[in-house]
């Protein structure tokens, strides 16, 4: 199975086994702004369109953060998370967080996790398209990406 971001849409947000919590309708202004400053890949912005936001299995360790959330944990010292400033934090999925090279936004490798208390130990796993493909096939069990014999990458600063 590989679905388009449209239908991976879709199959979140209709079918009720993947239980779509604090899904915010989004800003098409403000998103278009940001995203006019900050190229973020195609699918990412389709995703946003549709929500900005949402958590899966009604529970937080499921999430794409909104993109206030993305701007506060970049910018504000209280909450920012030290990558590379090229990369992004857009999603926790049970320990790992999701992050995208901005500067990668408009090939299909962009997308990097890892767990999301270190630096060093993310891999790549190519587009955003990609990671819920392989979520939907494994029925929401993270990690289903392999990282034995693959190359690891230091995001840190």
């Keep these: 199975m590989n679905l388009s971001i ?3 849409i879709k199959e979140l947000f209709e ?8 899904a915010k309708a989004p800003d098409t202004g403000k998103l278009s702004e940001f995203f006019r400053k900050h190229p973020f890949p195609d699918d990412l912005q389709t995703l946003f369109y549709h929500s900005d936001g949402f958590v899966l ?3 937080g360790d499921y999430r794409i953060s909104d993109l206030d ?3 506060t944990c970049k910018y504000d010292p209280k909450y920012k998370i030290d ?6 934090d857009i999603g926790y999925f ?3 967080s999701l992050v995208i090279d901005e500067t990668k936004s408009n090939t299909n490798k962009y997308l990097y996790v890892g767990d999301s208390c270190f630096f060093d130990e993310y891999v790549m796993l190519g587009t955003m398209t990609d990671f819920f ?3 939907i096939a494994s029925k929401g069990e993270i990690p289903f990406w392999k990282t034995e014999g693959v190359k690891k990458y230091n995001l840190g600063v």
């Design 69 to 71: 959330w993305i701007l």
């Design 94 to 96: 049970m320990g790992y």
């Design 6 to 8: 449209e239908e991976i």
């Design 15 to 22: 079918n009720p086994f993947w239980q779509v919590d604090l």
């Design 133 to 135: 493909n392989g979520f």
């Design 83 to 88: 990558f590379r400033k090229e990369f992004w």
């Design 57 to 59: 299995f009604e529970a």
